[in-house]
């Protein structure tokens, strides 16, 4: 790669390198505020999970910028690791809130917008089939 070889191709890739990394760090750190001052686990899950996917993600770009200034060769493994962090975060979050509804987890008063009762169909039935350590656990419980 010739084009890497030239004085102006380091001084941009720095400071790609370096406002990626700045930026990633910011969002991070806000990110991390949510975890302390927000009030329940809908509104705690939210902003990192969001941010932070975002913050580490940028961190991983200024990383890949690094090393393409400094080995000059680009490594598809930290291109791997933020496509997988894009991917799996939001779905983690996505789960967690779910569970969290499952659960019937209450959230605070104050907070608006709050989850609407689950309906029937949201919610889990028992198997028809017994389980073989529990054999009436099959059978249908009438309301």
Wanted: with cysteine; glycine share 6%; proline share 6%.
């Amino acid at each position: 790669m010739a084009w890497l070889d030239k004085a102006w191709v380091d001084t941009a890739l720095e400071a790609l390198t370096a406002f990626f990394l700045i930026a990633g760090a910011l969002i991070t750190f806000i990110s991390s505020f949510g975890m302390v001052h927000l009030r329940d686990f809908y509104l705690r899950m939210h902003g990192p999970a969001k941010a932070t996917t975002l913050g580490v993600g940028l961190i991983l770009v200024a990383c890949m910028f690094y090393f393409l200034l400094i080995e000059r060769t680009f490594h598809i493994q930290l291109l791997l690791v933020t496509i997988f962090l894009l991917i799996t975060a939001p779905i983690s979050a996505h789960l967690l809130a779910k569970v969290a509804l499952h659960q019937k987890l209450p959230s605070d008063i104050s907070t608006t917008g709050a989850p609407s009762e689950l309906r029937e169909e949201d919610v889990g039935q028992e198997p028809d089939t017994p389980h073989p350590e529990d054999p009436g656990s099959g059978q249908r419980h009438s309301p």
